[in-house]
């Protein structure tokens, strides 16, 4: 393909070159897969100049009749717009048309924030998927997004400057930027491991997706379906402001104004960096002890993977006493929903 007229360019050619020449090599090619499996279905044999923005509304309509989350109609649509800049980048088609987004931040946070107890009863839950313990560990303590989380690894942490850097090496930052943030007491112990490739991971490979394990301990947890794994970012953002950390701490955990990232590369070595927002996470971690850790039956277990440290380890700090509660039972006081 050479300078293709858009009228006269099947858009299945765009999205199967699309495939075949960058997609399956991706990270994250079964997402990928499944959303050009979607274009496909919907657009059939229509030709790139189809496109119009009339059209484009009809599919996000066929999307959502389906049941799909704006968050996820957006992939979907980010996936078919990668496809024609790529095809227009390589000179296969002569321009492309402007393709819509339906993101809607809403999807995202709107997700339900937790209380202490609920915490709990999710990381009780997810003990029994080390790799979604983990996952849960450091977004509690990191406020990270989820495949921020997923791509953390070792070279990313330094026990000497206790830091993380939630951005790797050689990735380009995005608006969705990757902040450095202060290694947490609490989550220090979890992060001890140098031979893996990434922390979270299924028996020495990294996982490409936390949504089924995490739906599946938001079930055993008694939580409400809308739980999400960005539920995590958001109960620590809103436990931060409560406890009364001043606002841009709280931002520079989460990866916001982009005014402040400039002096991020020599702020991050201050002893105060975001000193506040670490010292909240640790005091909630404490309180999460108190409140629930008395409420043990004596019948512990150790985790079943090396991420977690053992129960009573030097360093393994209180959770680790948390999550090997087995049959916990709430006071009667405190209420399951």
């Known amino acids: 393909m050479r300078d293709q007229k858009p009228g006269e360019t099947p858009l299945a050619a765009i999205l199967v070159r699309y495939w ?21 279905e919907h657009w059939g044999n229509a030709v790139v100049s189809d496109l119009t923005v009339a059209r484009q509304e009809a599919f996000v309509g066929w999307l959502k009749d389906r049941g799909y989350k704006n968050a996820y109609v957006s992939r979907v649509l980010s996936v078919g717009r990668a496809a024609l800049n790529r095809a227009w980048k390589r000179q296969e088609i002569a321009s492309v048309p402007f393709v819509m987004d339906e993101r809607d931040r809403s999807d995202q946070e709107q997700a339900p924030v937790l209380n202490m107890y609920q915490v709990f009863r999710l990381l009780t ?28 690894a070792p070279p990313q942490v330094s026990r000497t400057d206790r830091l993380i850097e939630l951005n790797p090496a050689g990735r380009r930052q995005t608006k969705k930027h990757r902040p450095v943030v202060p290694l947490t007491t609490t989550l220090a112990p979890y992060l001890q491991a140098v031979d893996v490739i990434r922390y979270v991971n299924w028996f020495g490979k990294p996982v490409r997706s936390i949504k089924r394990s995490f739906a599946a301990a938001v079930k055993a947890a008694r939580l409400p379906k809308d739980v999400t794994p ?15 950390v001043p606002q841009w701490e709280v931002e520079g955990f989460l990866g916001h104004k982009a005014a402040g990232r400039v002096t991020e590369s020599y702020a991050k070595y201050s002893p105060h960096y975001l000193s506040q ?12 002890e108190a409140k629930f850790g008395n409420q043990a039956d004596g019948s512990m277990s150790q985790p079943r993977a090396s991420c977690v440290p053992p129960i009573g380890s030097p360093g393994s700090g209180s959770l680790a006493v948390l999550v090997g509660v087995r049959g916990f039972e709430p006071p009667a006081s405190t209420s399951r929903t």
């Open 125 to 152: 839950a997810a003990r029994e998927q080390p790799h979604l313990f983990i996952f849960c560990m450091i977004g509690l303590n990191t406020l990270a997004r989820p495949d921020a989380i997923l791509d953390l």
């Open 230 to 244: 960005y539920s995590l970012r958001h109960t620590m953002a809103t436990e931060l402001r409560r406890r009364g």
């Open 20 to 40: 075949e020449g960058h997609a399956k090599k991706m990270r994250s090619s079964v997402q990928a897969k499944i959303a050009l499996a979607l274009w496909n």
């Open 277 to 288: 927002a670490v010292q909240a996470i640790d005091s909630y971690f404490a309180e999460l």
